[in-house]
């Protein structure tokens, strides 16, 4: 059975850091390219960081560009995302995705696997 766990969401204060972790479980996640995405209330559902299925290769959408990082460990079924100097306009419930192919993509559309999401809120 395909699963993809989200966790480390919470509150954190405008500045602050989070590490967003999803374990997956199911499927050989060394096969898969990886994805964060996020949506806030009233929002279409946007990428915020892609990466291969190998971690050779990023992509991250404009307004993350040197604050969030992504990466992934193969060997423990994991994909991350590192977000520093977080800022109120990053609020928004955050997936993990998976599709089964080398290079990763930004559009959701694409992804074959979800997770159910954790809530990240950036507020004093």
């Known amino acids: 059975q395909v699963q993809l766990v989200e966790s480390g969401g919470g509150l954190v204060q405008p500045g602050g850091s989070l590490r967003l972790s999803c374990v997956t479980s199911?499927?050989?996640?060394?096969?898969?390219?990886g994805g964060w995405f996020r949506q806030a209330p009233g929002k279409e559902r946007e990428g915020v960081a892609c990466?291969?299925?190998?971690?050779?290769?990023?992509w991250y959408t404009d307004s993350v560009k040197g604050r969030f990082t992504i990466s992934r460990d193969n060997a423990k079924n994991t994909v991350y995302l590192q977000m520093n100097s977080l800022k109120p306009e990053d609020t928004a419930v955050y997936y993990c995705?998976?599709?089964?192919?080398?290079?990763?993509?930004?559009?959701?559309?694409?992804?074959?696997?979800w997770g159910q999401g954790t809530q990240v809120t950036v507020s004093s």
């Open positions: 990466i291969s299925s190998n971690g050779g290769n990023t």
């Open positions: 199911g499927f050989t996640l060394g096969d898969y390219a």
């Open positions: 995705a998976t599709m089964p192919r080398s290079w990763c993509s930004r559009w959701y559309s694409e992804y074959l696997y």
